[in-house]
Nanobody, 114 residues
Framework: VQLQASGGGLVQPGGSLRLSCAAS????????MAWYRQPPGKQRELVGI???????NYADSVKGRLTISRDNAKNTVYLQMNSLKPEDTAVYYC?????????WGQGTQVTVSS
């Protein structure tokens, strides 16, 4: 399984970005897809997770601002990020979990700064 993330960049506080991550290879239809992030000097943390039937959970710090979604036909997960704050600056990683086995994308940098 391979995961290819895209969509990061530099954005001003209050702005928006949309991340995408496409999974390829042999993928069970029963799976979880997620976004994690690693801020500078900090540990990687879960941002949001979505099951193959659309159940979602988010970190408290992003609720109401970041929205995870997926297109099962394309094996793609998205992260719509609105009202971005400087503390959202991080490398964002997509994740696919199947039967307890995790696959990771390469990471995409998101920088929120004026």
């Amino acid at each position: 399984v391979q995961l290819q993330a895209s969509g990061g960049g530099l954005v001003q506080p209050g702005g928006s970005l949309r991340l995408s991550c496409a999974a390829s290879g042999s993928i069970s239809r029963i799976n979880f897809m997620a976004w994690y992030r690693q801020p500078p000097g900090k540990q990687r943390e879960l941002v949001g997770i979505i099951s193959n039937i659309g159940s979602k959970n988010y970190a408290d710090s992003v609720k109401g601002r970041l929205t995870i979604s997926r297109d099962n036909a394309k094996n793609t997960v998205y992260l719509q990020m609105n009202s971005l704050k400087p503390e959202d600056t991080a490398v964002y990683y997509c994740n696919l979990m199947v039967g307890g086995i995790a696959s990771w994308g390469q990471g995409t940098q998101v920088t929120v700064s004026s």
